[in-house]
């Protein structure tokens, strides 16, 4: 059996956030999430969740990601959940922020600080057309400059699309600026708000749902306490829960991502496998002329529960079909000591 | 360093990875990662691939850098990655304002091009001075746009130092830093460093300098020049904290005007750093 292993824990632990892109998959907004409703996971919580964390062998590496919403709303508990990582010996710690917070370039400064100090290791920058309207680009460049100054990488996080290049975004950001910054773009995807605001033809297709994500999963865990095995569009989803953290540990959530069958496929044989089974369940009609990516073909059935639910029936009738016949083998064999 | 010289030398630190696999002494991470630079790597596709098929024996994951003007053509770009599709993970394209205005973009554009049909991760490492902008019509191209791409935007050193300062306005307000930065750690840019003639340096930025020098591979064994890199407390604090520390020394034990002015990034400064240690050993030596 092919192991289930992660990248990263990844925190998402608010779901509002100060903005409401067009194209947030996670319908964010001032009041909540659109899709998710307004959950915020309590720290004793996510203290727990850390310490399971740490003793969790499937989690490679030592990164955790925290991101929301934008949890820096909460700014100084965010510190906490940092400290809290730190504490447990995560070396690889960060975060994702759209900069709201950098009113001026000596908070961005005392703030950077304090991140520094409570274990922060990277941040991750979210800037692109969609953001433009919600945060100026003065708040990341003062990020920008006190990150640099406190000697904390950054990476800025920019969404393309066919109307929308990333030369727009960054041509008024002087050189020195960008200077030790990595740009980390991808294509925007029709998920969440985005499938609602962005038309398929200003969407870059790319190679189709071809391949499958078992070396990019992220331990996740959303804002209303559910754990997933990805961040990418499956936590926009009820039925690829693999528990909850307010009544299941991580252990046992991990251990569902490990034996259930469909979550298995999705993983490892790739979500482009179920669209024959789909179609084969009488469900084609469900499904879009063209998708972007296996994550935009993952949300995309997954949240339509129905679909998922006889996905997740057929899968299991094949899990009990290959146990009733493995059992049968077995008992036909003869014993090898027999005459 | 020849190919010869470089098998000789990716076969060792693959043997070593191989007998510490999974082990927390072994100094490295098992495998290790391979990073290959040089005038052009391509340039010798054929000493290239033997290099990077030992690797692949040995699990390593390759990282090539390239200029990306070898390529002439999307054919040349396919028939050049098709080769090594199978032992590179990540190809780092390097490029900067003086290339793209000789050579264009058009080399970088095909590379990307045919990269996107290759299992093969990408980056663009730009360099970035006050002589050399930002090449900023490269977040312009469409293959840029239209799938996941990284570009690392790293800052030149400045070649004279002699008139430079925050203030003297030589560099834009903004490229140097009056101090380096208090919490930049070095353990992300660590490594086993190769040179041409067998030294070894923990890191590309050390490279020259005596005091980072943790041995030779012809007269020292792997485990030797990793046992002086784990336990060097110097080294182990620029790992944890960056070279801040020797910033704070500096200034108790130097008269302002002779520290260096302006920095633009935590290894310009520990150069600066180091640079002057070699003098003063050298002035130390001529004297006795």
């Known amino acids: ?29 001032p009041k909540g999430s659109e899709i998710r409703g307004d959950d915020h996971l309590p720290l004793d919580l996510v203290n727990r969740i850390i310490d399971e964390a740490a003793e969790l062998p499937e989690l ?94 950054v990476t800025l996080r920019t969404l393309s699309s066919r109307s929308h290049h990333i030369d727009d975004v960054l041509e008024d950001f002087e050189d020195q600026e960008l200077l ?75 251990l569902k991502m490990r034996t259930e069958a469909v979550i298995r496929e999705v993983i490892h044989g790739g979500t482009g496998k179920l669209i024959p089974i789909i179609e084969q369940l009488g469900y084609g009609d469900r499904l879009l002329p063209q998708y972007t990516s296996i994550c935009h073909l993952c949300w995309d059935v997954f949240r339509q529960d129905d679909v998922a639910g006889a996905l997740r029936q057929h899968y299991q009738d094949k899990q009990f079909e290959a146990l009733v016949s493995a059992l049968s083998s077995s008992v036909d064999e003869p014993p090898l000591d027999a005459p | 360093m020849t190919a010869d010289e470089a098998l000789g030398y990716v076969e060792a630190i693959g043997q070593h990875s191989d007998a510490h696999r999974g082990s927390v002494d072994a100094g490295l991470p098992t495998p290790p990662g391979l990073y290959v630079a040089g005038a052009e790597p391509m340039a010798q596709l054929p000493d290239l691939e033997r290099i990077l098929d030992c690797a692949k024996l040995h699990r390593m994951p390759v990282e090539l850098v390239t200029s990306a003007y070898w390529v002439d053509s999307l054919e040349i770009a396919e028939a050049v990655l098709d080769r090594l599709r199978t032992r590179v993970h990540l190809l780092t394209i390097t490029t900067r304002r003086s290339d793209v205005d000789s050579y264009g973009l058009a080399a970088i554009d095909l590379l990307l091009q045919a990269i996107r049909r290759f299992d093969i991760s990408i980056q663009i ?29 790293e800052p030149m050193y400045p070649n004279d130092r002699s008139q430079l300062s925050p203030q003297s306005g030589a560099w834009p307000e903004g490229f140097l830093m009056e101090s380096p930065p208090r919490h930049a750690r ?78 633009v990034s935590s290894c310009d400064f520990h150069r600066q750093v180091m640079a002057r240690n070699q003098q003063s050993a050298s002035r130390v030596d001529s004297t006795a």
């Not at chain 1, 824990?9 to 996670?26: F, G, I, K, P, S």
């Not at chain 2, 970035?128 to 239209?146: D, I, Q, R, T």
Request: charge should be negative.
């Open chain 1, 1 to 29: 059996m092919s192991q289930v292993v992660f990248n990263s824990l990844v925190l998402e632990t608010v779901d509002r956030c100060n903005a409401r892109c067009a194209m947030c998959y996670q319908a964010a907004a």
């Open chain 1, 60 to 153: 490679m590496g030592d990164r955790v990601h925290i991101s929301g919403g934008e949890s820096f709303l909460f700014f100084d508990e965010t510190v906490q959940i940092f400290k809290r990582a730190k504490a447990r010996h995560f070396g690889n710690i960060g975060g994702t922020t759209n900069a709201f917070w950098a009113l001026s370039d000596a908070i961005a400064d005392r703030r950077c600080e304090e991140l520094a100090q409570a274990g922060v290791t990277y941040l991750e920058v979210s800037i692109d057309h969609w953001h433009k309207p919600y945060v100026t680009a003065d708040r990341v460049r003062c990020l920008l400059r006190a990150m640099r100054r406190t000697g904390l990488p």
């Open chain 1, 180 to 254: 030790q910054v990595i740009v980390g773009n991808g294509r925007v995807q029709p998920v969440g708000r985005g499938a609602r605001t962005i038309p398929m033809s200003e969407v870059y297709i790319g190679g189709g749902v071809q391949g499958c994500c078992e070396r990019q999963l992220n331990l996740t865990i959303s804002p209303n306490g559910n754990v997933y095995p990805c961040c990418a569009g499956a936590d926009m989803t009820e039925s690829l829960a693999c528990g909850n953290i307010y009544r299941d540990s991580l252990a046992e959530a991990v």
């Open chain 2, 125 to 153: 490492l730009v360099t970035v001075g006050p002589e050399e902008p930002f090449p900023k019509e490269l977040l312009a191209l469409e293959v840029v746009n239209s799938d996941s791409t990284v570009i690392r935007i």
């Open chain 2, 186 to 263: 070095c353990a992300e840019l660590l490594g086993f460093v190769i040179t041409p003639g067998g030294d070894v340096y923990p890191c590309s930025n050390g490279i020259g300098f005596p005091e980072l020098l943790l041995g030779n591979m012809t007269t020292h064994t792997i485990v030797e020049m990793l046992d002086k890199a784990l336990a060097g407390p110097q080294l182990n604090k620029l790992r944890e904290e960056g070279p801040y520390f020797l910033f704070d020394d500096f200034r108790r034990s130097l008269p302002l005007e002779v520290l260096p002015a302006g920095y």
